[in-house]
């Protein structure tokens, strides 16, 4: 009988040992480029799989994304929304017809894009109906979205959760206060954050501060358990289900 017990306990510690640690994943996305060479040659240049957000009304929006594209980053279409203005904002009561032509004359402006986040949009996106046809079509189009969470009243993420779109929604801004300090106290919530919940969608910008932070602070991220993962491997992660802060069994609120 001891023999036995013996042998249960060093079976059960044996799989205690193989059993994995839990994984705690991180994705960053950076905003608003195509704005400056210097900054964009600067955000490029970060270590590991950052995500490249270019505006469409930028001067140098459509050479940009062809470099980042050539370098093997993620690049995404950052859409711009009301309160968003220029040429390609949309805006609530603006006809369907219309926005679609914005839609392609951004995405033409920024090629090699395998989704769109929104710039902006704490009005636009709080808009049923023009969010639940914009997934609809970017499920035509095999494009991803991501929910930069700008309003708490946003339904972008739930209409795409309802016909199965590729999607996943902002949990951190790193930036909303440009000093270095409050940047790396953002980064090391959304590390945080990663460790409670599994995973941790960050959205940066590319000022000065923020890549400072970022060029020291990124490739520390291994050595603190994080395993920072792409956009698109993020999605398949969190397979379309909604974090705790963002609605409740896995369905966006």
């Not at 902006?120 to 929910?147: C, I, K, N, Y």
């Not at 946003?154 to 309802?162: L, M, P, R, S, Y």
Request: with cysteine; glycine share 6%; proline share 8%.
């Amino acid at each position: 009988m001891r023999y036995l017990l013996f042998l249960l306990c060093c079976l059960l510690a044996g799989a205690l040992q193989a059993a994995p640690a839990n994984k705690a994943y991180l994705s960053l996305i950076i905003d608003d480029l195509g704005q400056s060479p210097e900054r964009d040659s600067r955000t490029l240049a970060l270590p590991g799989p950052v995500t490249l957000a270019i505006m469409p009304d930028t001067p140098h929006a459509t050479d940009f994304a062809r470099q980042a594209h050539k370098a093997g980053k993620t690049v995404i279409l950052h859409m711009p929304m009301d309160p968003a203005t220029g040429p390609y904002a949309w805006h609530p009561g603006i006809p369907i017809e219309e926005l679609a032509r914005r839609l392609n004359a951004a995405l033409a402006k920024v090629p090699y894009a395998a989704g769109i986040n929104n710039h902006m949009g704490s009005r636009m996106t709080s808009q049923p109906e023009p969010m639940a046809w914009l997934m609809g079509e970017l499920q035509r189009r095999h494009l991803f979205f991501v929910d930069s969470r700008t309003s708490a009243a946003t339904v972008a993420a739930a209409k795409a959760q309802d016909i199965g779109l590729a999607h996943v929604s902002r949990d951190v801004f790193l930036d909303d206060v440009r000093t270095p300090e409050a940047i790396t106290a953002q980064l090391q919530q959304g590390i945080a954050l990663a460790r409670k919940q599994g995973s941790a969608v960050l959205i940066g910008h590319p000022y000065p501060q923020t890549l400072e932070v970022l060029e020291r602070e990124l490739p520390r991220l291994k050595s603190q358990g994080i395993e920072w993962i792409p956009i698109r491997q993020m999605i398949a992660q969190r397979g379309n289900q909604a974090m705790p802060a963002h609605g409740s069994h896995g369905r966006y609120r």
